[in-house]
């Protein structure tokens, strides 16, 4: 699946867009990466550069390590709101070097209503020669203390789903978060997927616990 790691973009699933005009830079690490329930990699590093104009116009490229290559995103949008009630519309690509994975693109719109995030995702998988189309909803909850909770469905040709809880907060000028991810049909940790005798997965109960740091910096307008 498409990888961008959960303690990063919990903020942006509940906050569509860039918060400030002009450009900004992220880099850090996390325990394991996870995304919209699946397990990608364990200590992943990443970094990323956004920009967003005053507009509502933003673009944004990520890049991290995933174990085998590197995956390296673009994103392009525009956000606006209308009181309390906040939308985003959004295009992007995933790409991978080394084979690790093939390319995912969508489509995703963005809506939030006071502490509310819901996320409406409908995508292509290159599948290397074998499209796949997907779709993905999220629905969540971000608290002013800075905990979230967040739980998110596949569809179409892809099946799984999920629930997340976590916590960030800054200390010292450094963005620290724990996130406990858990389902009863995706690989949200490292451990291999049981089978039974007729090779139908079985839906026993996962979960993960990861730890996250990461440093933002904002090169204002």
């Known amino acids: 699946m498409k990888r961008i790691p959960v303690v990063v973009l919990a903020g942006l699933l509940l906050s569509p867009g860039m918060a400030k005009a002009g450009f900004s830079a992220n880099f850090g690490m996390l325990s ?14 990443f970094a990323g550069l956004d920009y967003a104009s005053e507009s509502g116009v933003y673009a944004g490229s990520w890049v991290g390590e995933v174990g085998q290559g590197i995956e390296y995103d673009l994103l392009i949008g525009y956000n606006d709101s209308v009181g309390e009630l906040g939308w985003d519309l959004s295009y992007g690509a995933y790409m991978y070097s080394d084979d690790f994975d093939d390319t995912y693109r969508e489509v995703n719109l963005g809506l939030t209503y006071g502490g509310f995030g819901l996320n409406l995702i409908t995508g292509e998988y290159a599948g290397f020669g074998n499209p796949l189309d997907y779709s993905f909803v999220s629905l ?10 967040t ?40 451990e291999p997927v049981s089978v039974d005798e007729f090779g139908e997965t079985i839906k026993n109960a996962r979960f993960n616990i990861v730890f996250g740091i990461s440093k933002s910096i904002d090169f204002g307008n």
């Open 32 to 45: 394991d990466y996870i995304f919209r329930g699946f397990f990608q990699e364990e200590a992943t590093a």
């Open 140 to 149: 969540g909850y971000a608290f002013d203390s800075g905990a979230y909770v």
């Open 151 to 190: 739980v998110g469905s596949w569809g179409r040709e892809f099946e799984g789903s999920y629930a997340e809880f976590g916590y960030g907060f800054d200390f010292n000028g450094l963005d620290l978060s724990m996130s406990i991810i858990g389902s009863d049909d995706m690989p949200v940790s490292q």
